[in-house]
Nanobody, 122 residues
Framework: QVQLVESGGGLVQAGGSLRLSCAAS????????MGWYRQAPGNQRELVARITSGGSTNYADSVKGRFTISRDNAKNTVYLQMNSLKPEDTAVYYC????????????????WGQGTQVTVSS
């Protein structure tokens, strides 16, 4: 069974920093793209950042220059370094991974973490 476990959320003042981590575990054949999404109350879930297996990255315009996504393939872990946080960044952050589980041939599946709350006070 595959699972994504997130950590690093919390409460921080505006201008502060947080680092989110997400580790994939279980019977995994390979991991393709990984990313971070967020959802604030009353809002749709939106893409924050994404990173390919080769290290190419994409960011939402609202976080460019402030957030950095990275991954450690040896640890099956993706990170999100969040600097210069704003109250508008307050949301539940979800880790996502596109991966091929062992035992399913080469079929790709989309997995989600449990979500971690990030609250930025003004």
């Amino acid at each position: 069974q595959v699972q994504l476990v997130e950590s690093g959320g919390g409460l921080v003042q505006a201008g502060g920093s947080l680092r989110l981590s997400c580790a994939a575990s279980g019977s995994i054949f390979s991991i393709n793209d990984m990313g971070w999404y967020r959802q604030a109350p009353g809002n749709q879930r939106e893409l924050v950042a994404r990173i390919t297996s080769g290290g190419s990255t994409n960011y939402a315009d609202s976080v460019k220059g402030r957030f950095t996504i990275s991954r450690d393939n040896a640890k099956n872990t993706v990170y999100l370094q969040m600097n210069s946080l704003k109250p508008e960044d307050t949301a539940v952050y979800y880790c996502n991974a596109e991966l091929i589980p062992t035992g399913w041939g080469l079929k790709n599946f989309d997995y989600w973490g449990q979500g971690t709350q990030v609250t930025v006070s003004s």
